[in-house]
C-alpha cells in the first residue's frame, strides 16, 4: 500500500533561516509526490509536485522539494524563512494502486514555527 | 484561488440532526474528491466523482453519509443522523483528468454538539 511519513510534527526555525520539512514515501511503481500547505482553519494550498523529470522541483512561494528515489524521500525546503510560512504543511502521494484511481494519501502534516 | 468553492464554512449541530454540505468545483474538473480532517490528522478519502458518477466509497463512508454530484457539477455530502465523531473538516477537491494537481477547496468545518 502507498504511504507518505512525516518524521516530525513540529520544526522551529528563525526567520532568515534555511528550513526543511522531511517527508519519505512508500509507493509500489513510480511515485507522483505532493506538498500542500494548510493556514489556520483554511483549505489546503498546492504547493508543489514531482511526477517526472528534474529531481530538484520549484514550487509556490519560494518553496523547493528534492526528490531522492534512493532514499525514498521528498523533503521540503526553502533557503529563507519568514514568519508567514509559519502553517502546518502535509506531504501526501496520489494512490494508483487502489480504486480511487488516484486518490491522495497523507502524511501526518507537520507544523512549522517561524520565529522572528 | 483554487477555483473549488464549499459552503457552508462552518455548521454546529445537534446530535442526530442531519447537515448537507455543498461543493462547486470549476467547470474543468472532472473528478471530484472528498476527504475528511480531523484535528491533527492529515485529510482521509471518503469518495469521489468522475463526471457525475461515484465511481469509489472509503470505508470510512457509513450508510449515514451520502454523497452525489448531479449533472456532474456540484456535489453535496449529506451526513444523517450525526453523531459526534463525525465532528471534522469535510474538504471537497477537483482535478482535471489527466492532469495530476487535485485542488483543495476551503472545508466545511462540522461540530456536532
Known amino acids: 500500500a502507498q504511504s507518505v511519513a512525516q518524521p516530525e510534527d513540529q520544526v522551529n526555525v528563525a526567520e532568515g533561516n534555511p528550513l526543511t520539512v522531511k517527508c519519505t514515501y512508500s509507493v509500489s511503481g513510480n511515485p507522483y509526490l505532493f506538498w500542500y500547505v494548510q493556514y489556520p482553519n483554511r483549505g489546503l494550498q498546492f504547493l508543489l509536485k514531482?511526477?517526472?523529470?528534474?529531481?530538484l522541483v520549484k514550487g509556490s512561494y519560494g518553496f523547493e522539494a528534492e526528490f531522492n528515489k534512493s532514499q525514498t524521500s521528498f523533503h521540503l525546503k526553502k533557503p529563507s524563512a519568514l514568519v508567514s510560512d509559519s502553517a502546518l504543511y502535509f506531504c501526501?502521494?496520489?494512490?494508483?494502486?487502489?480504486?480511487?484511481?488516484?486518490?491522495?494519501?497523507f502524511g501526518k502534516g507537520t507544523k512549522l514555527s517561524v520565529k522572528p | 484561488d483554487t477555483g473549488v468553492s464549499q459552503d457552508p464554512r462552518h455548521k454546529i449541530t445537534k446530535r442526530g440532526q442531519n447537515v448537507t454540505f455543498r461543493c462547486d468545483p470549476i467547470?474543468?474538473?472532472?473528478?471530484l474528491y472528498w476527504y475528511r480532517q480531523t484535528l491533527g490528522q492529515g485529510p482521509e478519502f471518503l469518495t469521489y466523482f468522475q463526471n457525475e458518477a461515484q465511481l469509489e466509497k472509503s470505508r470510512l463512508l457509513s450508510d449515514r453519509f451520502s454523497a452525489e454530484r448531479p449533472k456532474g457539477s456540484f456535489s453535496t455530502l449529506e451526513i444523517q443522523r450525526t453523531e459526534q465523531g463525525d465532528s471534522a473538516m469535510y474538504l471537497c477537491?477537483?482535478?482535471?483528468?489527466?492532469?495530476?494537481?487535485?485542488?483543495f477547496g476551503e472545508g466545511s468545518w462540522l461540530t456536532v454538539v
Open positions: 501526501a502521494v496520489r494512490d494508483w494502486d487502489g480504486g480511487s484511481q488516484g486518490n491522495l494519501i
Open positions: 514531482y511526477i517526472t523529470g528534474d529531481n
Open positions: 467547470s474543468e474538473h472532472n473528478r
Open positions: 477537491a477537483g482535478v482535471r483528468v489527466p492532469g495530476n494537481t487535485i485542488y
